[in-house]
Nanobody, 123 residues
Framework: VQLQASGGGLVQPGGSLRLSCAASGFTFERYAIAWFRQAPGKEREAVSCIDLADSTTSYAESVKGRFTISRDKTKNTVYLQMNSLKPEDTAVYYC?????????????????WGQGTQVTVSS
């Protein structure tokens, strides 16, 4: 199983970024994919999850209405569209496999992990 995260960068507050997580080495629809983030000095937190079989999604309260997770089965890729970014969204973002999503993302723990991509929101 391989996950390749990309798309991070530096953006001003209020701006947007789209992260990508390219997956390989497993049957895409058998898993869910979650995004996590970890800011300096803080614990890792789950951000969002998508079930690859039926596109069921869930989000952390802190990103609801601003972030959208989606998947492209033809490309075996999951996306995290991040709008209205805030300085507190600054973190390294990781994608990981899950056996399923939960309505409360706090229950997500990650299985196979990709490398992180840095997102910095600053003026």
């Amino acid at each position: 199983v391989q996950l390749q995260a990309s798309g991070g960068g530096l953006v001003q507050p209020g701006g947007s970024l789209r992260l990508s997580c390219a997956a390989s080495g497993f049957t895409f629809e058998r898993y869910a994919i979650a995004w996590f983030r970890q800011a300096p000095g803080k614990e890792r937190e789950a951000v969002s999850c998508i079930d690859l079989a039926d596109s069921t999604t869930s989000y952390a309260e802190s990103v609801k209405g601003r972030f959208t997770i989606s998947r492209d089965k033809t490309k075996n890729t999951v996306y995290l569209q991040m709008n209205s970014l805030k300085p507190e969204d600054t973190a390294v973002y990781y994608c990981a496999t899950e056996l399923r999503c939960y309505s409360d993302v706090v229950h997500l723990s990650g299985g196979y992990w990709g490398q992180g991509t840095q997102v910095t929101v600053s003026s």
